[in-house]
Nanobody, 118 residues
Framework: QVQLVESGGGLVQPGGSLRLSCAAS????????MGWYRQAPGKERELVAT???????NYADSVKGRFTISLYNTKNMVYLQMNNLKPEDTAVYYC????????????WGQGTQVTVSS
């Protein structure tokens, strides 16, 4: 079993920045896809950004140019740098690790709240 623990959420004003961190209990990044998802009240969980173990990234259109996902392999960490935050970025943000090749598996963190408000 792998634990993912997010941190770094909080309250920030529009235009501000936050950096989310996700700590994995062991190194399972190799060959997998790591990602950040978010869920706003009354909405479905949605993809924010993903990164592979070799550094290929993918972003939702709504965050392109503002958010950056990164990986620190040797420390089992995944980060999400969020700049120019908007009220519509308010959500619970979840860390995810997913293996698509057999044997497949998927892990989620418990989530961290991000609130963007003046």
């Amino acid at each position: 079993q792998v634990q993912l623990v997010e941190s770094g959420g909080g309250l920030v004003q529009p235009g501000g920045s936050l950096r989310l961190s996700c700590a994995a209990s062991k190194n399972i990044f190799s060959g997998n896809v790591m990602g950040w998802y978010r869920q706003a009240p009354g909405k479905e969980r949605e993809l924010v950004a993903t990164i592979t173990s070799i550094g290929s990234t993918n972003y939702a259109d709504s965050v392109k140019g503002r958010f950056t996902i990164s990986l620190y392999n040797t420390k089992n960490m995944v980060y999400l740098q969020m700049n120019n935050l908007k009220p519509e970025d308010t959500a619970v943000y979840y860390c995810n690790v997913r293996r698509y090749a057999a044997p497949t598996y998927e892990y989620w963190g418990q989530g961290t709240q991000v609130t963007v408000s003046s």
